[in-house]
Every structure is written in C-alpha cells, then in structure tokens.
C-alpha cells in the first residue's frame, strides 16, 4: 500500500487523520538508562504487522516531529517504536550526552512488546 501526501494536502491531512490516530494510539513512557536517566519512548502497534520498524532521529528532533512518518510507516502495516536521546524531547540529559546504550536498550524495550 502506498501513502502519500501532497503539500497542499498536508494540513488537513494532518488534522483529520495523522493527528487523530497519534492521539487514540500512540502509547508513551519511559525507562531508566544504566545511569538512571529518564528516557523517553513512543511506540504505536498495528495490530496487523509482520514487521516493525524502529526510528532513530536525528539533532535536536523528537517524537511529535515523526508523526507522519510514523502514519505512513502504520497505514503501510508496520509497528512502529521511537525513542527520544538524551537532551531530546522529553528525555533526561544534554544533546551532548548521546550514546548507544539507548539505542540498545530501546531495542530490546520494542522486542518484548511486538
């Protein structure tokens, strides 16, 4: 299934469909790195999925910045799972603070969800 918006589309788009799904199912938390620091993750189960899909972002960005990403990647049949790095969104830390640890341990936060 392909999904695509176009520009002129994209508000309501986002109003009437992007919006309301992140709201109904999106689910929130956090867990404790090594140090103790709070990070935060979202993740939205398709109930149909084989697959799911795990993002990463980039500098300075945080979950709400993927919401249509994460649409696509649902509507497309996945399950799909974003952690927020440290000294991003609504994690502890500074930017400077970024490391592996939590990309491994988001990793196996998603496995024993899916």
Known sequence: MSVTFLDKE?????KNRILPLM???L???YFKADDGAKIHYGYINNPN???AVVI???FCEFIPKYYELIYMMYEAGYSVYMN???GHGYSDGKTSDCGRSEERRVGKECR???
């Open 49 to 51: 999925a084989k697959e």
């Open 27 to 29: 689910e929130e938390g």
């Open 10 to 14: 994209f508000e309501s788009q986002m």
């Open 84 to 86: 927020e790095h440290r």
């Open 56 to 58: 990463s972002h980039g």
């Open 112 to 114: 024993s969800r899916w």
């Open 23 to 25: 709201r109904i199912n």
